[in-house]
């Protein structure tokens, strides 16, 4: 049996696979970069992984070709709803608004557990991560965390952020991925995890440059 993807090499896989199906190739590591939002650095660590693990292959001079050595597992290609059930912040907390936004159709290979929500995340202090300002985050529901998962959290009872989980001696770290934004800290009491983010969306607005008024 191959080695379990994590839900970054899940995603990155899941592009490659689009791009091929829509325009016959597989994208540069440069291009694969600026669509995720994410380092060429990432890109090439996460390709590293998915080589080893056994899904694609590199070829030609640098590596630049990439050859998918796999189908999809059985299922891919049909879609499943999953309710977006509100916003939660990816900075500074926001109010966790209960109300259901709609549904989210997304891959049923990549996304597989059971009653999975998805959330939109506004702010970037999970940039270095991956998830982005107006990005839609999957996740699947759970009241606990193992330290340096990226989970959706409720603070206080009526704050979501999204952040990485860690338990310290006294209390509870939620640590952003953005130098430019404080790490919180919070009495045992104050945090519920509400679900580990698995995977994201990014509508094709937010891989779009905001306009000058919307970025101050």
């Known amino acids: ?50 080589a080893a693990k056994g899904w694609l292959r590199r070829e030609g001079r640098y590596g630049r070709t990439i050859a998918l050595l796999r189908a999809a597992p059985p299922g891919a290609g049909r879609g499943r709803e999953v309710p977006v059930v509100g916003r939660i912040a990816a900075g500074l907390p926001l109010y966790a608004q209960p109300e259901w936004e709609g ?37 699947e529901p759970r009241q606990y965390a193992e330290n340096g998962e990226i989970v959706a959290a409720l603070v206080r009872g009526e704050e979501a952020t999204v952040k990485r989980f860690f338990l310290r001696p006294g209390h ?14 919070y009495g045992f009491g104050e945090v519920l995890v509400q679900g580990r983010v698995v995977g994201l969306v990014r509508p094709p607005a937010a891989a779009q440059p905001r306009r000058e008024e919307e970025a101050r």
Do not use: K, W
């Open 172 to 185: 509870i770290e939620l640590r952003p991925e953005n130098p430019a934004h404080p790490v919180q800290r």
């Open 103 to 139: 549904c989210l159709v997304v891959d049923a290979a990549v996304f597989r557990g059971e009653r999975l929500f998805a959330l939109r995340v506004r702010g970037d202090s999970m940039r270095g991560a991956g998830i982005l300002d107006g990005d839609l985050v999957v996740c």
């Open 1 to 50: 049996m191959a080695a379990p993807l994590t839900p970054v090499q899940e995603r990155l896989l899941a592009y490659l696979r689009r791009r091929l199906a829509e325009e016959g190739r597989t994208p540069s590591l440069r291009e694969a970069a600026a669509d995720l939002g994410v380092s060429h650095a990432a890109v090439a660590r996460t390709l590293r992984a998915l």
